[in-house]
């Protein structure tokens, strides 16, 4: 019987969590407290709605965070795939949290409409929501990072932008929920603030509720595109087209494979499982077919990112199995 793998400390599995969840609770918890003050100090609706969107998304990050944590385990016996998908399960419970928070956002924002409350304390308010729109823009800028170097892409200064938002379909599942978190945490304390200055220099004091409906959509919205990916992830989901571009180059880089007969890639978390048959020149040995398929094994398992390979291997049978029509048909 095979020794069981050995597991890391939970100070290092710590140190492998996701910094941006990390980064984003730590700064969420900071920001709630403060709009709380305020929105208690002045009435504001849309404050509170934003305070609301700030604990949602403190206890989301601690969810997700402890969850990236417990999927960096090796795996076991008992589970020989790894632990990849239970960040899956934690960033479903941050969504119900979400949803909750969207719910009483919008009730508070419906009464408001109904029923306008008189805000003060504008530069309370407003020194407040800046404030919440630096922290927050400085999560978004720091998760926009990890996903690029989740991915492997190079950007640079306003480049990091488009760059991140085309390639967060491929981050962990953690940095994909601080990414849409934040980017409505920073416009709704936009939102926020246009509500603050509009309701305190004017008679147009339904804008409050009306912003503060909107910030619990917006949440709505993260809910629906975080529970789908993380539903996705659950299910079991292939690798995008480019891992499977990445991983058939690395396969047929090597001088004695002729062919990829067939290969499946799964993803959990952010980290991948190959299962394929390769096609090796004819004539070999079976001591050298082995030698070639462990060759193979090795260089994909030096991409950290891929955590399995299961190979079988074939005589070359003359059919070109890997092309370029195969790979347009492959899901993006």
Not at 205 to 227: E, H, P
Not at 238 to 260: F, M, N, Q, W, Y
Not at 273 to 291: C, M, N, P, V, Y
Request: charged share 20%; with cysteine; net charge negative.
């Amino acid at each position: 019987m095979e020794p069981e793998p050995r597991q890391d400390s939970f100070l290092s599995l710590l140190k492998k969590g996701n910094k941006a969840s990390a980064a984003a609770m730590v700064g969420n918890l900071i920001i709630a407290i403060v709009k709380g003050v305020a929105a208690a100090l002045s009435g504001s609706g849309a404050m509170f709605a934003s305070t609301m969107h700030s604990i949602a998304d403190a206890v989301n990050q601690g969810f997700v965070f402890g969850g990236s944590v417990l999927a960096e385990k090796q795996p076991t016996r008992r589970f020989p795939t790894g632990f990849g998908r239970v960040v899956n399960i934690f960033c479903m419970v941050a969504v119900m949290v979400v949803a909750i928070m969207a719910y009483e956002t919008v009730k508070e924002g419906w009464n408001l409409l109904q029923h306008p409350a008189e805000a003060h304390g504008f530069w309370l308010n407003s020194i407040v929501l800046l404030f919440s729109i630096a922290v927050d823009g400085f999560v978004l800028i720091k998760a926009m990072k990890g996903i690029l170097e989740e991915t492997r892409v190079s950007a640079q200064g306003f480049g990091i932008i488009p760059a991140a938002v085309s390639h967060v379909g491929r981050a962990a599942p953690a940095t994909r929920l601080v990414f849409y978190e934040d980017i409505v945490a920073t416009l709704g304390s936009t939102l926020a603030l246009i509500a603050v200055v509009v309701t305190s220099f004017t008679a147009f004091k339904a804008l409050d509720g009306v912003m503060t409906i909107l910030i619990g959509f917006l949440m709505v919205g993260v809910a629906f595109r975080v529970g789908f990916d993380n539903m996705v992830g659950l299910i079991g989901v292939a690798a995008p087209r480019v891992i499977e571009e990445k991983v058939g180059e690395l396969i047929l880089s090597d001088p004695d494979v002729t062919d990829i007969n067939q290969i499946r890639i799964t993803q959990e978390g952010r980290y991948y499982h190959i299962d394929g048959l390769i096609e090796l020149r004819k004539g070999l040995t079976l001591a050298l077919a082995d030698d070639i398929k462990f060759r193979v094994r090795d260089k994909l398992l030096s991409d950290p990112d891929i955590t399995d390979v299961t190979l079988g291997i074939i005589e070359d049978n003359g059919v070109p199995d890997w092309t370029p029509e195969r790979l347009e048909e492959l899901p993006d």
